[in-house]
């Protein structure tokens, strides 16, 4: 940072600007920016040194020889009857897929779930409309789940540990001695250690467990969880979690440190009620204000956001009642004498906005709501209560869908209480599933050590991890698409789970395993096991209490078809307001030294998702970095230490210390660190292991004012780079004609709602621009394909990018291929900041194929392999590109992609050649092959699809009739599809709205993809 200003020759440009490279005018930006490719990216392709064969297809194809050559020489067992395909189950059809409601079991908020299916194989997994919550949306994660289940690093068979390594047995053995521990457990503890659970079923297997074998105890816990929050609301409420909040009835909100639009619970139902209230349809925009310590998701999408370190919150919260007070508001909260405008003065907080958020609260009472993040201090968190009870904003709490808890959450004491009556010798047997306390969990706890002291470690796994590594025994179990189950985090409905493919290996499900264990014989396993008892349960003790009409086994059928049983429960609400709990708040403290937040990856989450490339390989919708993480710093700060990004430094935290790469956040504030949790695993599969730094390391259960923050931390420049790789700056515009590109053509178009009310076709007169053309024109009589996407609605989230993948087959090129400038997603999220680094503005842009009328990438290719359809779509013709890559020289936009390698052969050795990864690949779209140019095709797959059965129908194409993966993965409703012809859709209000406006519109190319542009809800015209 100090070097890039001091190579600067003029003062930095308030304009748009993705990175500090480009706002400083930098050496290496500035050549970076004349080359139309990124320089090496061309470099090193030589065909003659790659492998025509991975050592991992060598090693697949020599072991299926050896099994064929096997046979030959023994007696083969006769596997039952061949049963011919033509002979094939009723519902499924050749080359058509087939769809099964389930429920997403990756987190504790339980989506529901829409898996597509190809012949008897998932292919995708997309949100189901009828789910209450979720509402036919879910997450990247969930989106990118799907890869799990085929990955090739899933454990195929039961291990046990001789000395210090694993060895394979057969579950019969496995059984057999487990049985042998558990019934001669003399009275000693059985710990059973697990997630959060969700499913009615699986605690009434742990219950039988119980009573089966008394000395047993279920653990549940999550490495990151709202612990805090829900004490804090215990004690001002009596009882029950913090619920769901109407977010689309707030038109104040206040949120302090709180992400509640990209990490916070459940992100799927509060994007979506957010979104609804910032719809320039209804011209409904309700106003967010945002104090953090670091920029966020939610504060990219903030109207006013001040900078503040999450150790000063509690300060600012009691400096906010004190002038909230003295404007009537009656808040029954000790403010130990702050005073806001000192505190304003002290830290550089906007005296002006300051005063508007002041005079938001009073005058919207009842319609405002303030948020606090899960990992501030519980006295934070009483105080918010008090604030929002006595502005009359409880009313915005949900209850008609209230939080349920199936079992409760552990809290850390106890399990560090767990952990020391390991260390005593007091448990005779730990079960691990699912779950990695030896990574997640606090280092001082010991969790590692203490396993020694333990008779016997087991861990259910479906991928090996750093528990399992040291446990005894390691048992695969099926993933969530093998599964049976049932959940229930809400009242008012249940969300119903059923495979929709047989076991790929040799593994059981965690709760069939239990019950074989309960009843001691190993025999008595079979594979529908747990689905009789999952069907006994509900027809026993569920299905009584609903008074369905239907007979059970109907309801039973209904039930699984439609993923959700809707009942006549009632939430009962959240209980009376204790008046007296904010007395015990205590007076806060001063702070020192660097403030060090802990907050989880907006990709692989707490680590369960490490070993998934397609999330390891998503922009960080931030910093635009992948494949890692680091330190974020604010500008000041690193400057203070000499810092510059990619530079190592130290942070300790009490007898913890962590060296990582810094990364120059814009926005973060001072004297403040934030790193996210979830990488640098030792043990975390092919992709995932030896990824980013382990930051759990800096994990403790002492000195911190929440298990995820603490104060008084050191920091020190350490010596020594790390490269932090970046998806962003190469499609950058800041050099000689270019300068200022976002501002000049208009690549980003914002205003205010004010300034909207006064003039609301105010975008429409700044744009005025030729229509001459050298095209002849071109009348599109039938149905012509459009997006549009709000901007309004857009959070820069990501999960958009991510179903692209999955849907289109697109490969993971890895960590040193998107250094390059190699990355391969058809869909890209552009951040710009605007303004100072200290305080900027962000604007996000989802950008992929425009499919120009007047495409200039078409004229340029020498064997017509990029063309156009008689619908307005941009076609590729993979087997005629030779791969000139002219189209992309002459694209705008560079939202074309270039084979240089056969990735899925390149990276990791081959890991996604794996015979089992073929089964992933959606066949309704080109696996493409090395030196060819690739781009989004708007879905034509879908299209096609959508067009056979119109046909079949005897019925004409409607643009509603197709949903792009993009679209239908948006938890916003940002992005909309359709007939630009048809006046009669919805599509067509977007496509004509007088906000929409095209990326470089005065180069006339006629783009086919609608912005509608973004409105500041501030209180002046300046945006």
């Known amino acids: 940072m100090s070097d890039i200003k001091k190579t600067s020759s003029q003062n930095p440009d308030p304009h748009y600007w993705q990175s500090f490279e480009e706002l400083y005018n930098s050496k290496e930006f500035i050549e970076l920016n004349q080359n139309e490719f990124k320089e090496g990216v061309s470099e090193n392709i030589d065909a003659g040194g790659m492998s025509a064969l991975s050592r991992r297809k060598f090693l697949a194809l020599l072991g299926a020889s050896a099994a064929i050559a096997g046979t030959s020489c023994t007696d083969y067992r006769d596997k039952g009857e061949i049963v011919p395909y033509n002979k094939k189950p009723e519902e499924i059809l050749p080359g058509r897929p087939n769809y099964y409601a389930s429920t997403c079991m990756q987190c504790e908020n339980a989506c529901g779930i829409l898996v597509r299916t190809r012949e008897g194989r998932p292919i995708k997994l997309d949100g189901n409309l009828d789910h209450p919550v979720s509402k036919g949306k879910i997450c990247a994660q969930g989106q990118a789940s799907i890869m799990g289940l085929y990955d090739p690093d899933r454990l195929k068979n039961p291990k046990k540990k001789l000395d210090t390594r694993l060895i394979d047995i057969n579950w019969k053995t496995a059984d057999e001695e487990i049985y042998f521990e558990l019934i001669n457990s003399g009275g000693s503890e059985i710990a059973i250690i697990t997630n959060k659970i969700v499913s009615p079923t699986t605690k009434e297997v742990l219950d039988q467990f119980i009573e089966i074998y008394p000395s047993a105890k279920v653990y549940s816990y999550e490495p990151i969880n709202n612990e805090v929050r829900n004490s804090a609301w215990e004690k001002c409420y009596g009882d029950g979690e913090y619920p769901a909040i109407k977010w689309n009835e707030a038109k104040v909100i206040l949120s302090l440190d709180s992400d509640f639009l990209g990490s916070s619970n459940n992100k799927i139902e509060t994007a979506r009620l957010y979104a609804e209230g910032r719809d320039v349809m209804n011209k409904n925009f309700s106003r967010l204000y945002t104090v953090e310590g670091n920029l966020s998701v939610t504060g990219m999408n903030s109207d006013y956001r001040f900078r503040l370190r999450p150790d000063l919150q509690m300060n600012f919260i009691l400096a906010l009642t004190s002038e909230l007070n003295k404007r009537g508001a009656g808040i029954s909260l000790d403010t130990f004498g702050m005073d806001l405008k000192n505190f304003a003065d002290e830290n550089a907080l906007k005296l002006e906005t300051i005063d508007h958020l002041v005079n938001d609260l009073i005058s919207n009472k009842g319609k405002a709501i303030l948020h606090a993040g899960d990992h501030l201090p519980e006295d934070v968190h009483v105080a918010i209560n008090t604030i929002n009870h006595a502005l009359g904003n409880d009313v915005l709490y949900n209850n008609k869908y209230v939080m349920n808890s199936v079992q409760p959450l552990r809290t850390f004491e106890e399990i560090q209480l767990l952990t020391s009556r390991m260390k005593n010798g007091d448990v005779a047997v730990a079960i691990h599933i699912n779950t990695n306390p030896v990574y997640d969990l606090p280092g001082d706890f010991g969790y590692t050590e203490a396993l020694k002291s333990v008779g016997s470690a087991i861990s259910f796994v479906e991928v090996e991890n750093e528990t399992s590594s040291v446990s005894n025994y390691v048992l695969p179990i099926n993933n969530q698409l093998e599964s049976w189950g049932d959940a229930k985090t809400r009242s008012g409905f249940y969300s119903m789970q059923q495979p929709v493919i047989s076991p790929l ?404 050795d081959g890991y996604q050649e794996s015979p089992v990864f073929a089964l992933l690949q959606n066949p309704e779209v080109t696996v493409r092959s090395r030196g060819v140019m690739e781009k989004c095709t708007f879905c034509v797959q879908r299209i096609s699809d959508a067009r056979a059965e119109a046909t079949k129908e005897n019925r004409e194409l409607k643009g509603s009739d197709v949903k792009t993966a993009c679209q239908e993965a948006c938890g916003t409703n940002a992005i909309q599809f359709g007939d630009i012809n048809n006046e009669k859709e919805e599509f067509h209000k977007y496509r004509n709205h007088e906000l929409g406006y095209y990326v470089l519109e005065e180069i006339n190319i006629k783009p086919n993809v609608t912005y509608i542009a973004r409105l500041r809800n501030t209180h002046s015209e300046e945006s």
């Open 505 to 908: 290996y040799d593994t059981r499900q965690t709760e069939s395993i239990l019950l074989t264990w309960m009843d001691g014989d190993p025999a008595f396993y079979n594979d529908k096991v747990y689905h009789s008892f999952l069907i006994k349960n509900w027809e026993q003790k569920i299905y009584p209490s609903l008074n369905h009409k239907l007979d059970f086994n109907r309801f039973w059928n209904g039930a699984l078809h439609d993923g959700i049983v809707i009942t006549n429960e009632k939430g009962k609400g959240i209980g009376s307001f204790n008046v007296n709990v904010a007395q015990n708040i205590k007076t806060p403290n001063s702070v020192d030294g660097f403030s060090l937040q802990l907050k989880e990856s907006y990709a692989v989450r707490d680590g369960r998702f490490a070993n998934n490339g397609w999330l390891q390989e998503l922009p960080h919708p931030v910093s635009k970095i992948v494949w890692d993480n680091y330190a974020a710093i604010s500008p000041t700060s690193a400057n203070e230490l000499g810092l510059n990004s990619n530079d190592l430094i130290e942070v300790t935290n009490g007898n913890s210390s962590l060296k990582i790469p810094v990364m120059i956040q814009p926005g973060a504030a001072d004297d403040t660190i934030t790193i996210e949790l979830g990488y640098g695993r030792t043990n975390g599969g092919t992709v995932g292991t030896g990824i980013g730094f382990n930051s759990f390391s800096l994990f403790t259960s002492k000195s911190g004012l929440t298990p995820f923050l603490y104060s008084g931390v050191n920091v020190k420049k350490n010596g020594g780079t790390y490269k932090l790789v970046t998806s962003q700056t190469i499609y950058a515009f800041n050099e000689g004609i270019t300068k200022d590109l976002p501002e000049k053509r208009k690549i980003i178009q914002e205003g205010t709602v004010n300034q909207y009310s006064k003039d609301p076709s105010f975008i429409k007169h700044e744009n005025h621009y030729s229509d001459l053309t050298v095209y002849p024109p071109i009348e599109y009589k039938g149905v012509k394909w459009g997006m549009a996407i709000d901007m309004n609605k857009c959070l820069g989230c990501g999960e958009c990018v991510v179903a692209c993948n999955v849907e289109n087959n697109i490969p993971v090129v890895g960590k040193e291929q998107v250094d390059e400038g190699r990355d391969m997603h058809w869909l890209r999220v552009d951040r710009y900041y605007t303004g100072a680094p200290e305080e900027p503005k962000v604007s996000n842009q989802v950008l992929i194929c425009q499919h120009c009328d007047n495409a200039p990438c078409e004229n340029v290719c020498p064997v017509v392999a990029t063309t156009h359809s008689p619908d307005g779509l941009n076609q590729m013709v993979y087997n005629r590109c030779v791969g000139t890559r002219y189209c992309s020289n002459n694209c705008p936009y560079k939202v074309r992609r270039f084979n240089y390698f056969n990735y899925r052969d390149y990276f990791k």
